[in-house]
Each structure stands twice: as structure tokens, then as C-alpha cells.
């Protein structure tokens, strides 16, 4: 029996580091295929396995790139990343599980009865197959599960990204094709979350084949159609639309949101108090304990002023204090951070940003919710997974990178998300005509008669979804990676001295040389100069710099890509290692 499930597993060992310890973990692995997936029930109960796929909450709203920065940097932006001896997400457990109900669903059912259950196996395995292309490039592919002994699949080399993509394509266009599309649910994928993932996936192999020449990866524009064919399909359903309340309010709210709102939501991570599973984003954004999170400077200049203008283009942009910078912005920008006169859900109590919470002093207030659930672990307002808005910016910046783009086009798509906070849609002539410089010194590979849109496209982007963990992912298809080695920055103070940073009469923040003030005043935050708070030109003032003795690295010619562990090419010596990645193998 147990030849069914052994999968990647050699004597002594197994091929892909993770998998055996993961193998006595699954509630369902010891299961015998001529015994169950005899009714509908038993593939649906086996099918609730695989949504461990997904992010856990930290792994949506815990982004650490550079929107948001903290008191410590990870390996990805140091330079220091090394080839893993195991792990390094090159783990096959999850492929293990869809792989081995494909082969066994149909024992019993009909093939008619059961292929809706298929088709939820199948976006699965394009799920998990795209991660591994993002991460790793050409991966193998399997296709079934590998019985014990089968030394040919066990130690087959690399298949092409080509190959790979294809495959994905396959799997998620026979999920978008027998998945029933009368029903849509936050709580499981249906017809639109496939729609929703193939938006993403295409969006993503096609600016990566674009963007990176180098790899001699063709067919750009087939994969940017495909991601406009798959949003629009979702588009013209109706199924969905973006959240509106109040434009001061609704952005906030939609992330405040215990349950998650069906409107925008396609499928979303939910958490509650009587099945005791939550997650940490009060927290996290409260105390000290989790690195201090905080926008950084250049994210913060990014958002435009209400009316449309950039904030960059005001004479002297780079030297205005916090209250002025914050006034007449982009409505999302204080539906992020803290901003003057922001008080907590369900509060009267203005809340001045603290210095304490977040590094750069731009406090996150996105997914933050009353103060019932600030303890440790304690919150549960859910996390979305797929959302309409990123349906409508991969729809624009698919039809933009192709050259398709119409002002119409932006009309269905960037202008919902713009009327929610009652901002002006991008006028498409008007970019183009003059691109903004500052959005522009930030994506030196944008050129041709779209760059102004693009360069807009993609501000919206990052001001859209900022928390939602896709930064990474888009710095990497567009081969913006040089972003990361900046100087990281945060609030602006012109030197030493009291700042009353929500002007309601009170100081907030004092920033001293030599002895600290005696007596301190209650509610203020003192920072000494050069070992608490750290501005760019020390007393004569200027930005705060985060981490300026950390240096930042990134290698052109090696970090779009990940390594393959050691032990794995130590047990398969056919995979062979990304470029520039060395081993010592």
C-alpha cells in the first residue's frame, strides 16, 4: 500500500529535502486509494488538505522589501544569501498530495462527476508549479507521483521554464474550464480564483521574458495577452467590483474587515476566535518586537496629491516636514500609515505616529483593527489571497506593456480603484506625453511611446497593494532589483529639536545631542542623535537613515533567480545549479 505515497523518496534519504520529515504530518497519507475516493465527500475532504498551499497572514501583510523597511534587513537585501545546504523552498510535499489524487480520483466516480474535484487538484498544482518557476526557473515537472525505485523520475535533470509554463497553462486553463462558474466563494477557489491566478501567472512570465532578454525566454506578448484574456473573462462576469463607503474610509475598512467583504475579495485566509486561529498584525504594528515596520521615504513621495499632481513636482519636495507632506494626498496614504488627527477603530483619541513602532516613523495602520485584538496573536479580521483590484491592474499593465492600451481600457480598470478615495483616473495622453522623472529614475528599463502610462501603472501598483506581500515579485519580473541596494529612508526633520508632527500643540518627538532633557516630558519621544535616530546629515538635519552602516547588495547576474540546495544536487547530480550560484559542486 504504502508504494502509492512514497513520492520522491530514494533509500536513505530523500531527494527533495523536506519532503519525508513532512510525511508522517498529513492526516491522509496513509490512506489506500482502492478504499477511499469513493464519493464525492471523499474528494472534497481530501481536496481541503491542499489549501495549506496558501500564505499564512504573516506571509501576506509581513512585507519587508523596500515599501517597508525595518530595523534589520534580511539576507535578500544584504547580499549575504548563500546556497542552502537543505531547504530553501525547494519542497515537494504539496506536489505529493495533488499529484496522487490525480492518479487516484477515478476509481469509482464517473469521470464527468468527479472532474469539478479535478479541476480544484489542478489549480493547485499551477499554484504550486508557479512558485517554483518564480523561485527557481526551470524546475522538473512531474505529472504523477513517483512510485519507490523509479531511479528515471527520481533523478530526471531540470525540465524547461518553456516546458514548466505550458504545463501551469494546461492545468489552470482545465480548472477555468470545469469549475462551475454559477458561485463565487471567499472561502474556497472557484472558477474566478482560477481566472484571478492565471491573470497573475501570465502577467508575471510575460514581463519577466520581457524584461530579462538575457534569458532568451520567448513569446512575452502570448503570455501578456493571455493575462488580458484571463482578467477581462473575470472583468465581464460582474462578479465582482472594488469596495466603496466613504473615500476617507474605505480602503482601510476593506482591510479592517473581520469577515472578508465578497464584493472585491475573490478568496481570502479567514480567522476567528472560536476556532482559536489567528494571526499578528496588531501587534506587529504596535510594538518593537517585530523590527519596527515603517514606509519607506521614496514609497511615501510616491503617492500623488488629491487633485492628481505629484507630490514630487512641489519645489523642495525633499525637505518638507511630516504634517505639510501628509496634507491633500492620495487618500490611501492615511488609510496606510498614521497620518495627523488619526485615531485607532472605534476611537476618539488622536495617535501622533510613534517612533517606537516604526523605524522610518511612517506607522502602518493597513489591516490594523480596534484595540480588542492588539494582544499577542489575537487578531482575526481576514486576509485576502486573490482581490479584484490586482485583477484590474494586471488587465492595465498587460494591455500597456503590449502597447494595447486605451484611455478606455483605464477607464474599466485603474479608474475604480481611483474613484474609491475619490482620485482622478490617470489621463493616458498626459502621461505619455510628459513621464514623471522621479517614477522614472526608479524603472530605468520602462522606454517606447507607453513609458509615461507604465511608469503610472506601476505607481498604482505599489500604492494599491503596499502590505500584500508582491513587491518582491514585481521588482524581480521587471529586473528592477538595483531598487534594493538604496539607502533606505524615513521622515524628514530639519536638525535637532521639538516636533509637533499632528500639530495639535503638543511635542512629539525630540531629537537631542549630549545629555538627554531633565526632566523628560511625559508622552514625548526622545531620540538622541547618532545612536538612537540617525538623520543623513546629522545635526544640520535631513532624512532618518535606516540601517546606514548595513551595506545593500544585489547581483545582476544572479539573484532573479534562487539556488538549488546542496543535498538535492548531491542526491540527483542531473540538476544542475542556477547561473552564478556556487556550490562548490
Not at 480520483?105 to 489542478?122: D, F, G, H, I
Not at 535533470?157 to 454559477?182: E, F, H, Q, T
Not at 501628509?326 to 497620518?339: A, F, H, K, V
Request: with cysteine; charged share 25%.
Amino acid at each position: 500500500m504504502k508504494k502509492y505515497l512514497s513520492i520522491l523518496i530514494l533509500a536513505g534519504g530523500s531527494i527533495f529535502a523536506g519532503c519525508s520529515k513532512f510525511m508522517d504530518r498529513q492526516p491522509l497519507s496513509d490512506i489506500a486509494p482502492d478504499q477511499f475516493f469513493k464519493n464525492e465527500k471523499e474528494l472534497s475532504t481530501y481536496l481541503n488538505s491542499l489549501y495549506s498551499a496558501f500564505p499564512n497572514a504573516e506571509g501576506i501583510y509581513n512585507e519587508d522589501i523596500d515599501n517597508i523597511v525595518k530595523a534589520s534587513l534580511g539576507d535578500n537585501l544584504t547580499g549575504r544569501r548563500t546556497v542552502p545546504v537543505t531547504g530553501g523552498n525547494w519542497t515537494w510535499t504539496e506536489l505529493r498530495k495533488i499529484n496522487f489524487f490525480l492518479d487516484n480520483y477515478n476509481r469509482v466516480l464517473p469521470e464527468q462527476q468527479a472532474e469539478k474535484y479535478v479541476a480544484v487538484a489542478k489549480f493547485f498544482r499551477a499554484y504550486f508549479y508557479f512558485d517554483k518557476v518564480q523561485r527557481f526557473g526551470d524546475v522538473p515537472w512531474y505529472g504523477s507521483t513517483i512510485l519507490q525505485g523509479d531511479q528515471d523520475k527520481l533523478t530526471k535533470a531540470r525540465d524547461s521554464r518553456a516546458l514548466v509554463v505550458d504545463s501551469i497553462l494546461a492545468d489552470i486553463d482545465y480548472a477555468i474550464a470545469k469549475m462551475d462558474g454559477a458561485t463565487t466563494s471567499t472561502d474556497a477557489v472557484t472558477k474566478y480564483t482560477a481566472l484571478a491566478l492565471k491573470s497573475r501567472i501570465c502577467l508575471f512570465e510575460g514581463t519577466f521574458r520581457k524584461y530579462h532578454p538575457e534569458m532568451s525566454l520567448p513569446g512575452w506578448e502570448t503570455f501578456l495577452q493571455k493575462s488580458v484574456e484571463a482578467s477581462e473573462a473575470l472583468m465581464s462576469t460582474g462578479k465582482y467590483k472594488i469596495y466603496t463607503s466613504t473615500p476617507d474610509k474605505a480602503y482601510l475598512e476593506l482591510f479592517a474587515s473581520i469577515a472578508p467583504i465578497k464584493d472585491e475579495i475573490i478568496l481570502a485566509k479567514t480567522f476567528s476566535n472560536e476556532l482559536q486561529v489567528w494571526h499578528n498584525v496588531n501587534y506587529y504594528t504596535i510594538t518593537s518586537s517585530y523590527g519596527k515596520p515603517g514606509l519607506e521615504k521614496q514609497l511615501v513621495n510616491s503617492y500623488l496629491m488629491k487633485d492628481g499632481t505629484r507630490f514630487t513636482d512641489i519645489p523642495r519636495y525633499d525637505t518638507i516636514t511630516f504634517y505639510s507632506e501628509t496634507q491633500n494626498r492620495d487618500p490611501r496614504l492615511s488609510q496606510t500609515i498614521r497620518t495627523p488627527g488619526y485615531s485607532r477603530i472605534g476611537t476618539t483619541a488622536r495617535l501622533a505616529p510613534d517612533f517606537g513602532a516604526s523605524v522610518t516613523g511612517y506607522q502602518l495602520i493597513k489591516f490594523v483593527t480596534d484595540l480588542s485584538f492588539d494582544s499577542f496573536n489575537r487578531s482575526i479580521n481576514s486576509m485576502p489571497i486573490f482581490r479584484y483590484a490586482e485583477v484590474l491592474l494586471n488587465y492595465a499593465e498587460a494591455k500597456a506593456e503590449l502597447g494595447q492600451l486605451t484611455q478606455a481600457d483605464l477607464d474599466k480598470s485603474i479608474k475604480l480603484l481611483r474613484d474609491r478615495v475619490g482620485m482622478p483616473n490617470i489621463d493616458m495622453a498626459a502621461a505619455n506625453a510628459a513621464p514623471d522623472p522621479y517614477v522614472g529614475d526608479q524603472y530605468l528599463n520602462v522606454s517606447g511611446a507607453n513609458e509615461g502610462v507604465i511608469l503610472e501603472i506601476r505607481r498604482e501598483r505599489r500604492v494599491e497593494l503596499v502590505m500584500e506581500s508582491y513587491r518582491w515579485w514585481d521588482l524581480m519580473r521587471w529586473k528592477e532589483g538595483k531598487l534594493l541596494t538604496r539607502q533606505f529612508k524615513g521622515m524628514y526633520f530639519p536638525g535637532i529639536g521639538q516636533y509637533d508632527l499632528d500639530h495639535d500643540g503638543k511635542t512629539d518627538v525630540h531629537i537631542y545631542e549630549g545629555a538627554k532633557p531633565d526632566p523628560a516630558v511625559k508622552g514625548v519621544q526622545y531620540f538622541k542623535l547618532g545612536t538612537e535616530m540617525d538623520l543623513e546629515n546629522g545635526a544640520a538635519g535631513g532624512n532618518v537613515i535606516i540601517n546606514r552602516n548595513i551595506s545593500k547588495q544585489f547581483d545582476e547576474t544572479r539573484d532573479y533567480l534562487q539556488p538549488i540546495p546542496i543535498q538535492e544536487r548531491l542526491l540527483n547530480t542531473n540538476l544542475t545549479q542556477n547561473p552564478n550560484w556556487d556550490d562548490g559542486l
